[in-house]
């Protein structure tokens, strides 16, 4: 199993445009997080999805998004992107959403946004 | 309002000698606590949950709730120790919604 996979690694964007990340959970997970990381900071939890809801959601602007499919993998939406949006964002799967069970993080997709 | 405070950026020590890592929260609940590490070009990874009461790679942690603390210690530090140390608050004690601290860098000089 590769665990967590995140694509693209890095990507480079243009202020006002509109960018899709993608996450695939390990194998049996039916939950998956996103979390933004600015340089120097913790991440900071923006979504939770399990079996196509949203389960938890962060503070953050409604220009972010994200959706579930069928087959687990997830998909984080940030549009009229903004200089501050610059960040890892990283993905994180697990087998449940209540209580808890650990979860297992992807490697990242580093956006710049110029 | 939730959150989660680690006062060193950066802490320094020399293999075998003690640490710890410095962890204080602010939360109304009951508090669900961990402690996450990132090796060097590698994924963000549990180290421990307080709740376990394990100890891991000879970490351990004790949630103190009158300092609403959750310090990391380990008696004998090992070079293969240095790493990013995150200290994290599960918000509602529910699924993966964490706040997670600004991070500690530990770095363990031969």
């Known amino acids: 199993d590769a665990g967590v996979t995140q694509s693209p690694t890095h990507l480079i964007k243009t202020r006002g445009q509109q960018v899709t990340l993608r996450c695939s959970p390990i194998s049996g997970h039916k939950s998956v997080s996103w979390y933004q990381q600015v340089l120097g900071q913790g991440p900071q939890f923006i979504f939770q999805?399990?079996?196509?809801?949203?389960?938890g959601r962060g503070n953050f602007p409604d220009r972010f998004s994200a959706r579930q499919f069928p087959n687990y993998s997830s998909e984080l939406n940030v549009n009229a992107l903004l200089l501050g949006d610059s960040a890892l964002y990283l993905c994180?799967?697990?087998?449940?959403?209540?209580?808890?069970?650990?979860?297992?993080f992807g490697q990242g997709t580093r956006l710049t946004v110029v | 309002a939730q959150r989660v405070t680690q006062p060193e950026k950066l802490l320094s020590v020399f293999k075998g000698a003690p640490v710890e890592l410095k962890c204080n929260y602010s939360y109304s609940g009951s508090p669900e606590l961990f402690w996450y590490v990132q090796y060097s070009r590698q994924r963000l990874q549990l180290l421990l949950r307080h709740i376990s009461r394990e100890s891991i790679k000879g970490f351990t942690a004790d949630l103190n709730k009158g300092e609403t603390s959750f310090h990391l210690k380990k008696p004998f530090a090992q070079e293969e120790d240095s790493a990013m140390y995150y200290c994290a608050l599960q918000v509602d004690n529910y699924g993966q919604n964490f706040v997670f601290g600004p991070g500690t860098r530990l770095s363990v000089l031969p």
């Open positions: 999805y399990y079996e196509k809801e949203e389960r």
């Open positions: 994180a799967s697990s087998l449940e959403d209540r209580g808890w069970t650990e979860a297992f």
